[in-house]
T-cell receptor, first 111, second 116 residues
Framework: TQLLEQSPQFLSIQEGENLTVYCNSS?????LQWYRQEPGEGPVLLVT?????EVKKLKRLTFQFGDARKDSSLHITAAQPGDTGLYLC???????????FGTGTRLKVLA | GAGVSQTPSNKVTEKGKYVELRCDPI?????LYWYRQSLGQGPEFLIY????????DSGLPNDRFFAVRPEGSVSTLKIQRTERGDSAVYLC??????????????FGPGTRLLVL
């Protein structure tokens, strides 16, 4: 059972466009992480957010944790072909160290 | 190497056979996680080790799956009587202590298991 739903599932855009990926749950998480995974490799951590309403920026990527810590978003500005990959959110619930991964968003940026 | 390594990288077996998948975590990391990732899905939690002990094995799907980490470093995931539905990529990750729920997990490249 996936407790974290991501949308959209697939996204194909042109280089230079902006996009937002959403990660939603009915559960509260003590922290939420975003990963990017490329074919044949394991996921690589992009960011961890822990405070409701927190916004973090990583170059052209902006991550936001919802006020109630149930949802998060990833916004990419001026997407580049190098941004292509599978984007995963993962949440850890309070009192556990088990990470629950989202369903994933597969992004393709066309040159 | 400094990263998490997993062996074998690919494993093809027949239904009913026994397989072992190995994970070498980053040296010094006390927390180790196993996940299973099916095609087009996010990783699914299987088990979490803190040192030598399994702190949370709630993700193991049934008693055919078992994992050990006898010396608090290398871990082996064991699958008995494999079924076609076990086919997936098995990912291993390690982190420094696993005690905050906020640490960076470093993932290995995975073992691709195909059960014929």
């Amino acid at each position: 059972t996936q407790l974290l739903e991501q949308s959209p599932q697939f996204l194909s855009i042109q280089e230079g466009e902006n996009l937002t990926v959403y990660c939603n749950s009915s559960s509260v998480f003590s922290s939420l992480q975003w990963y990017r995974q490329e074919p044949g490799e394991g996921p690589v951590l992009l960011v961890t957010v822990v405070t409701g309403g927190e916004v973090k920026k990583l170059k052209r990527l902006t991550f936001q944790f919802g006020d109630a810590r149930k949802d998060s978003s990833l916004h990419i500005t001026a997407a580049q072909p190098g941004d292509t990959g599978l984007y995963l959110c993962a949440g850890a619930r309070a009192g556990t160290y088990k990470y629950i991964f989202g369903t994933g968003t597969r992004l393709k940026v066309l040159a | 190497g400094a990263g998490v390594s997993q062996t074998p990288s690919n494993k093809v077996t027949e239904k009913g056979k026994y397989v072992e998948l190995r994970c070498d975590p980053i040296s010094g990391h006390t927390a180790l996680y196993w996940y299973r990732q099916s095609l087009g899905q996010g990783p699914e939690f299987l088990i979490y080790f803190q040192g030598t002990g399994a702190a949370d094995d709630s993700g193991l799907p049934n008693d055919r799956f078992f994992a050990v980490r006898p010396e608090g470093s290398v871990s082996t995931l064991k699958i008995q009587r494999t079924e076609r539905g076990d086919s997936a990529v098995y990912l291993c990750a390690s982190s420094w202590s696993g005690e905050s729920g906020r640490e960076t997990q470093y993932f290995g490249p995975g073992t691709r298991l195909l059960v014929l």
